[in-house]
């Protein structure tokens, strides 16, 4: 048994047990979690005063945009059976919990003059759980289910929302504060402004090159607005830490060709540099080559000004700086080639970016088609994290695959072993400072646009149950065991396992 102090979570007593020589071991403050968010699991969307959603919305009205035609009405049914979930927590022996809060269940209309009392009970009742367990929450605020009455007002593409954010972010640190130590404001705002405004993805927006940008640059802002009035009001009363969580694919050349190397780091920048260069670099504005190319690109298109937004000085100033530790969800790799540099008429992300990005159809598949299996880089991307923002502190938010239904998931098995080895050398070799893991996902959900198509979990849902039951896969014991150890298993791991 050892005892260490976890940075991220203050002063937590880790469990390092049955380490044997040989094994690939993560340092022994290095910490296990797993991950949900709350319209994928929780379902009750319109009970108990909860208001709704973007995605209550978008799934009732575009069924046929889901895959299965579903959506999260009931999902697992976490609103009413979050105590199994906890039990599956304390089988896998997690550290901490990342989970998510649903605005519209805390502020219905989505503003802080009214507050729905069940909501607030619903998420006490939850990190309670937690405590009790001994099991750390690491809760991030939004995981793309903004309310509904604030996309009538034009949703992140209207500044104003970034102001009412910070309103909800006060509500949640007055009434979790004490018992919450890790925060994380936004996931993935690389997938929810660029899919949610110029792809397929709830509120349904066209326009990747125009209401893409203005998106990330009012949850930029509120990001920073948020940081400022944590570390002004709160951080002295209940300590307590910051970050936000990006989606961070590696993205490599697709030849050894110039033009690919520097096309990669064009598109690095486009998609990571976007949200990571105004909060991480010193210059705390947007990376260089997305100003120089969408100014000129608008230009050619004749608007009269650049579609990409300016930051005030004082906004800079705000954001520079304002995260406290990197969380990074990593799945996959892409090749990048050169693209055509053709400006195209309609403005978008992608002409913007110019690059052509691919998969080689031999690396192994999963279970969705965006996602194959390229553990190097896992690693690559570590390492440019570090390099270009100075070995910031990072926590692995998210990282998983989606398997073949069943529980014998020999692919999430196989992932999980392969994806560790990269990070673990990532960790003790290359010195990349990475404090936890945390497994996406706790169980199956509903995923997106693919609905319940796609499973993600180490647990099995059975949607046909009325309980939504839950079942251990093979995945679940394998990481149990990692959990408990701190180390990887060097033996060929028996996919034969005793519940
Ligand atoms: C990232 C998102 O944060 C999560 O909601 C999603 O289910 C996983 N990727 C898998 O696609």
């Given at each position: 048994?050892?005892?260490?102090?976890l940075?991220?979570?203050?002063?937590?007593?880790?469990?390092?047990e049955?380490r044997?020589?040989?094994?690939?071991?993560?340092?022994?403050?290095?910490t296990?979690?797993?991950?949900?968010?709350?319209?994928?699991?929780e379902?009750?969307?319109?009970?108990?005063?909860?208001?709704?959603?973007?995605?209550?919305r978008?799934?009732?009205?575009?069924?046929e945009?889901?895959?299965?035609h579903?959506s999260?009405?009931?999902?697992d049914?976490?609103?009413?059976?979050?105590r199994a979930?906890?039990?599956?927590?304390?089988?896998?022996g997690?550290?901490?919990?990342?989970?998510?809060?649903s605005?519209?269940?805390?502020?219905?209309?989505?503003?802080?003059?009214d507050?729905?009392e069940?909501?607030?009970?619903?998420?006490?009742?939850?990190i309670?759980?937690?405590?009790?367990?001994?099991i750390q929450?690491?809760v991030?605020?939004?995981?793309?289910?903004?309310?509904?009455?604030?996309q009538d007002?034009?949703?992140?593409?209207?500044?104003?929302?970034?102001?009412?954010?910070?309103?909800?972010?006060?509500v949640?640190?007055?009434n979790f504060?004490?018992?919450?130590?890790?925060?994380?404001?936004?996931?993935?705002?690389?997938?929810?402004?660029?899919?949610?405004?110029?792809?397929?993805?709830?509120?349904?927006?066209?326009s990747?090159?125009?209401?893409?940008?203005?998106?990330?640059?009012?949850?930029?802002?509120?990001?920073?607005?948020t940081?400022?009035?944590?570390?002004?009001?709160?951080?002295?009363?209940?300590?307590?830490?910051?970050?936000?969580?990006?989606?961070?694919?590696?993205?490599?050349?697709a030849?050894?060709?110039?033009?690919?190397?520097?096309?990669?780091?064009v598109?690095?920048?486009?998609?990571?540099?976007?949200?990571?260069?105004?909060i991480?670099?010193?210059?705390?504005?947007?990376?260089?080559?997305?100003?120089r190319?969408?100014?000129?690109?608008?230009?050619r298109?004749?608007?009269p000004?650049s579609?990409?937004?300016?930051?005030?000085?004082?906004?800079?100033?705000?954001?520079?700086?304002?995260?406290?530790?990197?969380?990074?969800?990593?799945?996959?790799?892409?090749?990048?080639?050169?693209?055509?540099?053709?400006?195209?008429v309609?403005?978008?992300?992608?002409?913007?970016?110019?690059?052509i990005?691919?998969?080689?159809?031999?690396?192994?598949?999963?279970?969705?088609?965006?996602?194959?299996?390229?553990?190097?880089?896992?690693?690559?991307?570590?390492?440019?994290?570090?390099?270009?923002?100075?070995?910031?502190?990072?926590?692995?938010?998210e990282?998983g695959?989606?398997?073949?239904?069943?529980?014998?998931?020999?692919?999430?098995v196989n992932?999980?072993?392969?994806?560790?080895?990269?990070l673990?050398?990532?960790?003790?070799q290359?010195g990349?400072?990475?404090?936890?893991?945390?497994?996406?996902?706790?169980?199956d959900?509903?995923e997106?646009?693919?609905?319940?198509?796609?499973?993600f979990g180490?647990?099995?849902?059975?949607?046909?149950?009325?309980q939504?039951t839950?079942?251990?896969?093979?995945s679940?014991?394998?990481?149990?065991?990692?959990v408990?150890?701190?180390?990887?298993p060097?033996?060929?791991?028996?996919?034969?396992?005793?519940?």
């Amino acid at each position: 048994m050892c005892w260490k102090i976890l940075l991220l979570f203050a002063l937590v007593t880790l469990r390092c047990e049955g380490r044997s020589s040989g094994q690939l071991c993560f340092p022994k403050d290095f910490t296990w979690g797993v991950a949900t968010a709350s319209y994928q699991i929780e379902g009750a969307w319109n009970t108990s005063g909860k208001g709704e959603s973007i995605w209550d919305r978008y799934t009732h009205s575009h069924p046929e945009q889901v895959f299965d035609h579903s959506s999260g009405d009931v999902a697992d049914d976490s609103y009413h059976q979050f105590r199994a979930d906890i039990s599956m927590l304390r089988e896998l022996g997690v550290l901490f919990y990342r989970f998510s809060i649903s605005w519209p269940r805390i502020l219905p209309e989505g503003f802080s003059n009214d507050v729905n009392e069940d909501g607030l009970r619903y998420y006490s009742e939850l990190i309670n759980e937690l405590h009790a367990n001994s099991i750390q929450p690491l809760v991030t605020m939004y995981h793309w289910d903004l309310p509904q009455t604030l996309q009538d007002l034009g949703g992140w593409t209207n500044p104003i929302v970034a102001d009412y954010f910070v309103d909800y972010a006060r509500v949640l640190f007055t009434n979790f504060g004490p018992k919450v130590k890790a925060w994380i404001t936004f996931n993935e705002p690389l997938s929810f402004c660029r899919s949610g405004y110029g792809g397929n993805d709830a509120p349904g927006g066209h326009s990747s090159g125009l209401e893409a940008y203005m998106c990330a640059h009012n949850v930029l802002r509120a990001h920073g607005m948020t940081y400022r009035m944590f570390e002004a009001e709160f951080k002295n009363k209940t300590g307590g830490n910051v970050g936000i969580t990006l989606d961070m694919a590696w993205l490599e050349p697709a030849t050894t060709s110039e033009d690919d190397q520097k096309s990669a780091e064009v598109a690095r920048q486009f998609m990571f540099g976007w949200y990571a260069h105004p909060i991480y670099s010193k210059t705390g504005d947007y990376p260089p080559i997305m100003r120089r190319r969408i100014d000129e690109i608008s230009r050619r298109q004749h608007f009269p000004r650049s579609r990409l937004p300016t930051f005030t000085e004082e906004e800079v100033k705000m954001i520079r700086g304002s995260s406290d530790f990197l969380g990074l969800n990593h799945y996959t790799t892409y090749l990048v080639a050169k693209g055509k540099g053709k400006v195209a008429v309609q403005p978008s992300f992608d002409n913007d970016m110019g690059v052509i990005i691919s998969q080689k159809p031999e690396w192994p598949k999963s279970n969705s088609t965006w996602l194959r299996v390229v553990p190097w880089g896992f690693r690559k991307i570590l390492n440019w994290v570090k390099k270009t923002y100075d070995n910031p502190l990072v926590v692995i938010t998210e990282n998983g695959i989606s398997s073949e239904p069943g529980l014998q998931d020999s692919k999430r098995v196989n992932y999980i072993d392969a994806y560790l080895r990269s990070l673990h050398a990532a960790v003790t070799q290359d010195g990349c400072n990475i404090i936890g893991y945390t497994h996406w996902s706790l169980m199956d959900n509903f995923e997106w646009m693919r609905g319940y198509s796609e499973r993600f979990g180490l647990y099995e849902v059975d949607y046909t149950s009325p309980q939504r039951t839950r079942t251990p896969r093979v995945s679940a014991a394998y990481y149990a065991k990692i959990v408990k150890t701190g180390c990887i298993p060097s033996q060929k791991y028996s996919l034969v396992f005793k519940y």
